[in-house]
């Protein structure tokens, strides 16, 4: 298969792609446009990043994978993907140490002022009455919202700092935050107002943008401080620039709705700009040990991939299909059983959304679940079980 890597990609990680004997294209300097323009016939695309979008999907004439090197996928068009039957893939996990360390380091360095610290150091300047005033961390209490890998992790930290934690998360009960040692917060807007310290770990998704609102912000306390290592579109970016200039909220973030789009470049988004905000460069991920775990489970989606077809970590599959009925057909595992049951379903216009095929011990017989949209009627149902010698029995059941 032809692999385009259209972002920065450890070169040992490239070789071992090739060496399952893929044609691997190594572009680390591309845009979004460049991915759109040069696309061509790559099977699978590998970013990082860097936007894939419905240009490029539109543009492509091979392409049936597309890897995200971490664990967000909003810089890919996933509708547009779904759209074409382009597999989504990402490598959830891997970098959640190295994002819970910077989000501990963005809070440690706004408590203590490191940065300032630092800056008048440099430009000779000795004022240790001044940065002696830091509140410290013991005893706070920080607001985690979303508690997936990275949250977990950032949870453990902070309780080894002496942090009282509390948390949100949509998947979130009251048994798993006890087993977390967490307080546990019904709602966001039940968590803020309690908390010193708020730190988001949401994924980006059309439920969870925007989710820290005006109102969430509001509700902070003055001068609490402000953690964002998950996505800039989690939060509303103008509430928080007003409330760090009215509140004095503190703010540590990772990352801002005016990024560049390159790896360098020109910074002008004000929040990143404003004193009290410690800003870093989207690189809560960009440690040598969290590329490296990324890159290897990379390599392994791929080898699976070539290998069986199956895609390992598939984030656009439907959750639930609009499937009213299920279509269990137990056969004898013989060519074309399947192809005349479902040639059978195609006369009556149900369509078949999902199926799935198991062989019994032995390869002598099988048994296929198959989705339908609509309830097949008496005489269709009929017409399958006659398929004397192919089809030992066929019964249809509501879908819950």
């Not at 009290?276 to 989207?282: C, E, L, N, R, S």
């Amino acid at each position: 298969m032809k692999v385009l890597i259209a972002d920065k990609f450890p070169e040992r990680y490239v070789k071992a792609i090739r060496d399952l004997g893929h044609d691997v294209v190594y572009e680390p300097g591309y845009k979004a446009a460049d991915i759109a323009a040069k696309i061509g016939d790559a099977e699978i695309v590998v970013v990082r990043s860097t936007e894939v979008t419905a240009e490029a999907i539109k543009a492509s004439t091979n392409l049936s994978l597309i890897i995200r090197a971490g664990a967000g996928t909003n810089n890919i068009d996933k509708k547009a993907a779904s759209g074409a039957g382009i597999y989504v893939s990402n490598c959830p996990g891997t970098n959640s140490v190295a994002v819970a360390e910077l989000a501990m380091g963005l809070i440690c360095a706004l408590d203590r002022r490191i940065v300032e610290n630092a800056t008048d150091l440099r430009a000779g300047r000795w004022n240790k009455a001044e940065y002696s005033k830091a509140d410290g961390l013991l005893g706070k209490t920080l607001g985690v919202i979303g508690v997936g890998m990275i949250g977990k992790e950032v949870i453990a930290r902070a309780q080894a700092f002496g942090l009282k934690v509390k948390a949100w998360s949509r998947s979130l009960t009251p048994e798993k935050a006890e087993a977390l040692g967490v307080e546990y917060a019904s709602t966001i807007a039940e968590l803020v107002p309690s908390c010193d310290i708020l730190s988001v770990h949401l994924a980006q998704t059309a439920e969870t943008k925007g989710i820290i609102s005006r109102d969430v912000i509001a509700a902070m306390k003055p001068g609490a401080m402000f953690i964002n290592t998950a996505r800039a579109g989690v939060v509303d970016q103008a509430a928080l620039v007003e409330a760090v200039k009215a509140k004095k909220i503190r703010v540590g973030t990772d990352v801002f709705a005016g990024e560049p789009e390159g790896k360098d470049g020109a910074f002008a988004d004000e929040l990143g700009l404003l004193p009290g905000v410690y800003g870093t460069h989207h690189i809560g991920a960009s440690t040598d040990q969290a590329q490296d775990a990324v890159a290897t489970e990379t390599v392994r989606i791929i080898k699976v991939y070539g290998e069986t077809g199956r895609v390992e970590n598939w984030v656009n599959k439907m959750k639930k299909t609009p499937a009213r009925y299920q279509l269990v057909v137990r056969h004898y595992d013989k060519p074309g059983v399947l192809a005349d049951v479902l040639a059978i379903i195609r006369e009556t216009n149900v369509n078949a959304q999902e199926i799935g095929n198991l062989i019994f011990d032995g390869a002598q017989a099988a048994c296929c679940a198959i989705q339908l949209d609509s309830e097949l009627s008496a005489d269709c149902l009929a017409k399958i079980n006659a398929l004397s010698g192919r089809v030992i029995h066929a019964a249809q059941v509501a879908i819950p």
